[in-house]
Nanobody
Framework: QVQLVESGGGLVQPGDSLRLSCAAS????????????FSWYREAPGKQRELVAT???????RYATYVQDRFTVSRDANRKTGYLDMNMLKPEDTAVYYC????????????????WGQGTQVTVSS
């Protein structure tokens, strides 16, 4: 069973930086997982969940206008972890950040599915 676990959130001041991680794993030790593509979303109190950034399977990336030039999305070489580097953080970036990934699983067969992590809180405040 695939798990996606986000980490790296916290309380920071305006202008600070954070790196969020989204790690894929499988409870079956004999399975190999890899993240094909993924997106980061965020949900602020009282607001709808919104798309922040997407990392495509070809390595390209797309960003929401409100994070363009401040946030960078990437994936590690073994394709098990996705990242969101957030710079010049603003109070309006405060939200729970979620990872949504297409994960490929190889056991005796090959499959793939879409998964969500549990979220990580980012709070930007002076």
């Amino acid at each position: 069973q695939v798990q996606l676990v986000e980490s790296g959130g916290g309380l920071v001041q305006p202008g600070d930086s954070l790196r969020l991680s989204c790690a894929a794993s499988n409870k079956n030790p004999g399975a190999t997982v890899s993240i094909q593509y993924f997106s980061w979303y965020r949900e602020a109190p009282g607001k709808q969940r919104e798309l922040v950034a997407t990392f495509e399977s070809d390595g390209s990336a797309r960003y929401a206008t409100y994070v363009q030039d401040r946030f960078t999305v990437s994936r590690d070489a073994n394709r098990k972890t996705g990242y969101l580097d957030m710079n010049m953080l603003k109070p309006e970036d405060t939200a729970v950040y979620y990872c949504n990934a297409r994960v490929r699983v190889v056991t005796s067969a090959v499959g793939a599915g879409d998964f969500w992590g549990q979220g990580t809180q980012v709070t930007v405040s002076s």
